[in-house]
């Protein structure tokens, strides 16, 4: 699709113009399904993509950021610095997921590929300026996708409940849902790209709790095939 | 100590760990209060827990805390049980907002607790609070409590700030206050502390106890100072015999007079900067690579009911009895007695029984007095505003006659310490308190001295 530009800031390869968003994985799914042909031929014309290796950010805390961003291809955590230093999980973002609703001086979280990732993205300054033509096209663009706010809803009815293995199991059927689950004979195989630490943090549960507690889910039958990056939830198990 | 100083030293002033004190809490704020407070708490918002456990197995005679000797130890298993339901119930009000960062146990005696009924708090906490692998951990211990592999367990469990009740190595000191313990336990106690990775370990110490010289509190700071704690804490001791019955059984006449009580005090700073300990807030001390240290020369510093602390987080969440919340402008205090504690828990009700919502010019004048406790300097604009003229123009008044003595500096509109004024704070702190009587005449003596 591109030719590999040079490496910039943050690990961030250089954006590339897509030949055309035909190819978007994630179109018709989430992201600029609801546009129509003029709309969408602006929005091709202002949007680029960019790779994001793994471990490296797409948004930085307290640094600018004047994009949208969604993303196509893999995953990232969302984590902000609380007033002690130390970093609490927030979130994560999966394919059709955005980041970085409004424009801002200061972001309030910061973004990191969790494994090779892609996404597109759009500066505001030109969503802005085809506005005119485009009434609402920002809105229009999330309307499908989930938001960082989005993000802290469902992680505050996460840490709401009240025990361990509700929680984890709540976690994995959060994301089964959200990273779409691969179905193997009514069984469906959540992917896991985060590290086992950052599940913990993102759930208030120590690292030692959450392994007892995916033990025990395993044993209970609830879960099968733990992995370190995927669990399998079997077909009689499986919540609406 | 220069000899103007020497006049404020029969000051008594209060202890500034909260703003208010908690002598001004009344029963205005209840359980509701409390419980609508909890939840306006947001997300991520940092939350600094304190649990509270009064059970000690004897009787010190200097001490000033919520406590009782207790031999029973079926009524601490109560008691953890009623902790568990109040972590609950606080956790239901939170509903997933606020993170824990910080939980301290204090008492009392914490190890009183077995470790099992430790880990079965925190096991509450995880559930109800959410508690992650960087959550900090600190317990008060008792060394002559300290059972074979507690401070595994302990370490196990996640503990990494322990501090030591040492008080005074001396023998008659240790003997006119009811609390022997031999310098070979202490010793044992910090070797194993360290054997298990336990890097930031604290020895709290008291000058002006009975029988204490010169001579025999330089040995307890030679000593303190051998067994290399990472953090000291130099409190005077509170002689309040008409509120506290049991510092009746110390004989006033033992006591160091006043000025013995502040050679003491210089002493011991005098001992511990030589040794290498940075100065933090007025009676702490610590290793420069520490962190409290590190908030205190960087800026950060703050003072919350255990002390001069590190800890950024504005809002505690205090369990068990007589235990002190501080949530969204509001002080509440569970109740006192534990039958009264149980009675509401086991309403299922949260235990506020006292407390006080801050005035917006009450949060000024905490916030000055904070300014001047942890950075030794305060801008008193903000309070001269936020005063009445009379009450701006005594505190004037007063402040005046500290920079005659030399105590304080005007630094452009602020307020600054003079150097080695420092053991003066808390007396400097009530010349800007409206609340307290005007410097010249003798507070109330419910209030502990200054120096």
């Given at each position: 699709?591109?030719?590999?530009?040079?490496?910039?800031?943050?690990?961030?390869?250089?954006?590339?113009?897509?030949?055309?968003?035909?190819?978007?994985?994630?179109?018709?799914?989430?992201?600029?399904?609801?546009?129509?042909?003029?709309?969408?031929?602006?929005?091709?014309?202002?949007?680029?993509?960019?790779?994001?290796?793994?471990?490296?950010?797409?948004?930085?805390?307290?640094?600018?950021?004047?994009?949208?961003?969604?993303?196509?291809?893999?995953?990232?955590?969302?984590?902000k610095?609380l007033e002690d230093?130390?970093?609490q999980?927030t979130?994560?973002?999966?394919?059709?997921?955005?980041?970085?609703?409004?424009?801002?001086?200061?972001?309030a979280?910061?973004?990191?590929?969790?494994?090779?990732?892609?996404?597109?993205?759009?500066?505001?300054?030109?969503?802005?300026?085809?506005?005119?033509?485009?009434?609402?096209?920002?809105?229009?663009?999330?309307?499908?996708?989930?938001?960082?706010y989005?993000?802290a809803q469902d992680h505050i009815v996460l840490l709401g409940k009240k025990?361990?293995?509700?929680?984890?199991?709540?976690?994995?059927?959060?994301?089964?849902?959200?990273?779409?689950?691969?179905?193997?004979?009514?069984?469906?195989?959540?992917?896991?790209?985060?590290?086992?630490?950052?599940?913990?943090?993102?759930?208030g549960?120590?690292?030692?709790?959450?392994?007892?507690?995916?033990?025990?889910?395993?044993?209970?039958?609830?879960?099968?095939?733990?992995?370190?990056?995927?669990?399998?939830?079997?077909?009689?198990?499986?919540?609406? | 100590?220069?000899?103007?100083?020497?006049?404020?030293?029969?000051?008594?002033?209060?202890?500034?760990?909260s703003?208010?004190?908690?002598?001004?809490f009344?029963?205005q704020v209840t359980d509701e209060d409390y419980a609508s407070r909890l939840g306006e708490v947001s997300l991520y918002e940092p939350l600094s827990l304190y649990?509270?456990?009064?059970?000690?197995?004897?009787?010190?005679?200097?001490?000033?805390?919520?406590?009782?000797?207790?031999?029973?130890?079926?009524?601490?298993?109560?008691?953890?049980?009623?902790?568990?339901?109040e972590v609950d119930l606080v956790g239901k009000k939170l509903n997933g907002a606020g993170r824990p960062r910080s939980?301290?146990?204090?008492?009392?005696?914490?190890?009183?607790?077995?470790?099992?009924?430790?880990?079965?708090?925190?096991?509450?906490v995880?559930?109800s609070l959410g508690?992650?692998?960087?959550?900090?951990?600190?317990?008060?211990?008792?060394?002559?409590?300290?059972?074979?592999?507690?401070?595994?367990?302990?370490?196990?469990?996640?503990?990494?700030?322990?501090?030591?009740?040492?008080?005074?190595?001396?023998?008659?000191?240790?003997?006119?206050?009811?609390?022997?313990?031999?310098?070979?336990?202490?010793?044992?106690?910090?070797?194993?502390?360290?054997?298990?990775?336990?890097?930031?370990?604290?020895?709290?110490?008291?000058?002006?106890?009975?029988?204490?010289?010169?001579?025999?509190?330089?040995?307890?700071?030679?000593?303190?100072?051998?067994?290399?704690?990472?953090?000291?804490?130099?409190?005077?001791?509170?002689?309040?015999?008409?509120?506290?019955?049991?510092?009746?059984?110390?004989?006033?006449?033992?006591?160091?007079?006043?000025?013995?009580?502040?050679?003491?005090?210089?002493?011991?700073?005098?001992?511990?900067?030589?040794?290498?300990?940075?100065?933090?807030?007025?009676?702490?001390?610590?290793?420069?690579?520490?962190?409290?240290?590190?908030?205190?020369?960087?800026?950060?510093?703050?003072?919350n009911?255990?002390?001069?602390?590190?800890d950024p987080a504005e809002t505690t969440i205090g369990f068990?009895?007589?235990s002190i919340s501080f949530v969204g402008e509001i002080y509440a205090q569970n109740?006192?007695?534990?039958?009264?504690?149980?009675?509401?828990?086991?309403?299922r009700r949260l235990a506020t029984e006292r407390g006080l919502l801050l005035s917006p010019?009450e949060r000024?004048?905490a916030a000055?007095?904070?300014?001047?406790?942890?950075?030794?300097?305060?801008?008193?604009?903000?309070?001269?505003?936020?005063?009445?003229?009379?009450?701006?123009?005594?505190?004037?008044?007063?402040?005046?006659?500290?920079?005659?003595?030399?105590?304080?500096?005007?630094?452009?509109?602020?307020?600054?310490?003079?150097?080695?004024?420092?053991?003066?704070?808390?007396?400097?702190?009530?010349?800007?308190?409206?609340?307290?009587?005007?410097?010249?005449?003798?507070?109330?003596?419910?209030?502990?001295?200054?120096?």
């Open positions: 699709m591109s030719t590999q530009a040079q490496n910039k800031d943050q690990g961030c390869h250089a954006p590339d113009r897509p030949a055309t968003c035909d190819v978007c994985e994630v179109r018709g799914r989430s992201i600029c399904a609801d546009l129509g042909p003029r709309e969408f031929a602006h929005v091709e014309k202002t949007m680029a993509r960019r790779h994001v290796s793994r471990n490296k950010s797409l948004m930085i805390e307290g640094e600018p950021n004047e994009s949208l961003y969604v993303v196509v291809a893999g995953s990232f955590r969302l984590s610095m230093g130390r970093r999980v979130g994560f973002l999966f394919k059709g997921d955005f980041a970085g609703v409004r424009s801002t001086d200061a972001s979280y910061s973004a990191e590929a969790l494994e090779d990732s892609l996404v597109c993205f759009f500066p505001h300054r030109y969503l802005e300026e085809i506005a005119a033509d485009a009434p609402g096209v920002k809105d229009r663009l999330i309307a499908r996708g989930q938001t960082e989005h993000k025990t361990a293995e509700e929680r984890v199991i709540s976690f994995i059927d959060l994301i089964g849902r959200q990273i779409g689950a691969d179905d193997k004979d009514g069984n469906r195989v959540v992917p896991l790209p985060m590290p086992r630490q950052d599940i913990a943090d993102y759930l549960l120590r690292l030692e709790t959450l392994s007892r507690t995916l033990t025990a889910l395993r044993e209970d039958g609830r879960i099968t095939d733990v992995s370190r990056h995927s669990v399998t939830i079997p077909a009689d198990c499986v919540s609406a | 100590m220069k000899d103007d100083w020497r006049k404020y030293l029969g000051l008594r002033a209060p202890r500034y760990t703003y208010p004190s908690a002598l001004h009344d029963a649990f509270h456990i009064p059970f000690c197995k004897r009787l010190c005679w200097y001490c000033g805390c919520n406590m009782r000797v207790e031999n029973d130890y079926a009524r601490a298993v109560r008691y953890v049980d009623a902790l568990r339901r939980i301290h146990f204090g008492g009392g005696t914490p190890n009183f607790l077995k470790v099992d009924e430790i880990g079965r708090i925190l096991e509450a995880e559930l508690l992650t692998d960087s959550t900090r951990l600190a317990i008060e211990l008792d060394p002559r409590l300290i059972r074979d592999n507690d401070i595994a367990r302990l370490v196990a469990l996640g503990f990494n700030r322990i501090s030591l009740g040492v008080q005074d190595f001396d023998p008659e000191v240790q003997a006119a206050i009811n609390r022997v313990q031999s310098f070979d336990l202490v010793e044992a106690a910090v070797g194993e502390m360290r054997r298990y990775g336990v890097d930031d370990l604290s020895f709290d110490l008291l000058y002006g106890l009975p029988k204490q010289t010169v001579a025999s509190f330089a040995a307890t700071l030679a000593k303190t100072i051998a067994l290399s704690p990472d953090r000291v804490a130099i409190f005077g001791y509170a002689h309040l015999p008409a509120q506290l019955p049991r510092q009746r059984l110390i004989d006033d006449a033992l006591l160091p007079p006043e000025a013995l009580r502040a050679d003491l005090s210089i002493l011991g700073d005098e001992m511990l900067v030589a040794a290498g300990y940075v100065r933090v807030g007025f009676d702490h001390y610590a290793k420069p690579d520490n962190p409290l240290a590190r908030a205190a020369i960087e800026g950060r510093l703050r003072r009911f255990q002390g001069f602390t590190d068990g009895a007589s109740a006192k007695t534990l039958a009264d504690y149980y009675s509401r828990i086991d309403q010019r000024v004048v000055t007095i904070r300014d001047l406790l942890c950075r030794g300097r305060a801008d008193i604009r903000p309070l001269l505003r936020a005063l009445a003229p009379t009450e701006a123009n005594r505190i004037c008044a007063n402040l005046d006659r500290f920079e005659e003595d030399g105590v304080i500096c005007w630094e452009g509109d602020s307020v600054a310490l003079a150097p080695g004024a420092r053991t003066l704070a808390r007396a400097v702190a009530m010349a800007l308190d409206p609340y307290e009587a005007a410097i010249g005449r003798k507070a109330a003596p419910r209030l502990a001295h200054a120096v």
